[in-house]
């Protein structure tokens, strides 16, 4: 197949799931084109099935911000046609469900026909969706979308509740890459962190409000009064300077490391004890599934899809958004018993190769001709 990519190209889960998508239909064999206004992040290397196309916005006097969305529709056409796909997959419903719809009606008027599909990733429903001025083209779009997918039973379940969507929306599970992430020998890296045989924490985000970096910093002050302890910070964002004047202000600084936005994701997993995701909102927790392929347990709400993916009380430990303390006393009898702590990183792999990259690439690929299939038996 010729397979059309829309994704935002950031370090988000949507643009992470929607290029590592791309590059394992590559390898499988399909041609896939990714569209998006940079090269995504991870799209770091040349494979000869797989090729981008830059949308470009020449911002005009007239407009007081560039029009993306109308210049996505016109490369959106451009590729479809001069590159012969045989369906687009667009991640995040705004703006590209939108762009797909009205490139699919700008093409069938010149009789060419062809099926967009809309994974939904999360805050497109939950908070963009929602606002007003967004939502009858968010509920409109997806609608007409040919098919539609969800990353977990959460978010299937509040997009028919917040859209009406009558259309059926299958759930189909981030994945994760054993291949790349995996626990691996780095015992010289750990003891430059710590080098008294402290145990690791970790937290990796976007450092935006819904992450609650607050909470990570407060479960890790309590940890750090009972257990010697490093904390590693890997991401930036909004939050990230009030979070380093507060770990200074605690008196905590010297224990924890801000390492900024790391590509080798998995090289620092490979060195931690415990991954912290007390998140207000999480539609499936890609970070968490990354760090249990690591074999590192998790303690994370229970918010969103999370529950869908850390099991509490086997591969770690859920609790209420903002429940500091139980979140504290659950990393602290973790780390404080040595058998159980073995038990749940091994427990963490074996939840993580539930939802490894061979078992869920087959289900993108059955969702893609299902959509053909039922696509070609009705006219454009």
Not at 217 to 232: D, G, H, Q
Not at 309 to 323: I, R, Y
Request: with cysteine.
């Amino acid at each position: 197949m010729k397979i059309g990519i829309v994704c935002y190209p950031t370090y988000g889960g949507s643009g992470v799931v929607a290029t590592e998508l791309g590059k394992a239909l590559a390898d499988k064999g399909h041609s896939v084109h990714f569209i998006s206004y940079k090269q995504p992040a991870r799209l770091e290397s040349f494979h000869e099935r797989i090729f981008y196309h830059e949308v470009t916005v020449n911002n005009y006097p007239l407009f007081d911000y560039p029009p993306y969305e109308s210049a996505l529709v016109g490369k959106l056409v451009d590729v479809i046609e001069n590159e012969n796909l045989d369906l687009l997959h667009v991640h995040y419903a705004i703006p590209h469900a939108a762009a797909a719809y009205m490139a699919k009606k700008i093409l069938a008027s010149k009789n060419k026909c062809i099926p967009y599909i809309t994974t939904l990733h999360g805050t497109d429903i939950t908070l963009v969706g929602k606002d007003e001025a967004f939502r009858p083209l968010v509920a409109f779009s997806i609608q007409e979308s040919d098919g539609i997918t969800a990353v977990s039973e959460h978010l299937k379940n509040e997009t028919i509740a917040t859209f009406g969507i009558t259309k059926p929306i299958e759930v189909i599970p981030n994945f994760v890459d054993l291949k790349r992430f995996q626990k691996s020998n780095k015992e010289h890296f750990k003891k430059a962190i710590a080098p008294n045989g402290e145990k690791i924490l970790i937290h990796t985000s976007n450092f935006r409000k819904v992450k609650r970096v607050e909470d990570v910093v407060a479960v890790f002050e309590n940890v750090l009064k009972k257990i010697p302890s490093k904390l590693l910070l890997i991401g930036d964002g909004p939050e990230r300077n009030h979070i380093e004047q507060m770990c200074r202000t605690q008196g905590i600084w010297d224990n924890i490391r801000f390492l900024g936005k790391q590509d080798a994701l998995e090289e620092l997993l490979a060195l931690c004890d415990l991954f912290l995701l007390p998140s207000e909102y999480e539609s499936f927790g890609l970070a968490a599934l990354e760090a249990m392929a690591c074999m590192v347990p998790v303690i994370s709400s229970n918010a969103g899809g999370l529950p869908e993916v850390n099991v509490h009380n086997k591969t770690g430990f859920t609790a209420n958004v903002g429940d500091v303390e139980a979140m504290s006393n659950f990393a602290i009898d973790l780390l404080s018993n040595e058998q159980m702590l073995q038990e749940f990183k091994l427990n963490a792999l074996e939840r993580a190769k539930q939802f490894e990259l061979s078992k869920i690439l087959p289900v993108y690929e059955k969702h893609y001709e299902d959509v053909l299939k039922n696509f070609r038996k009705k006219a454009c």
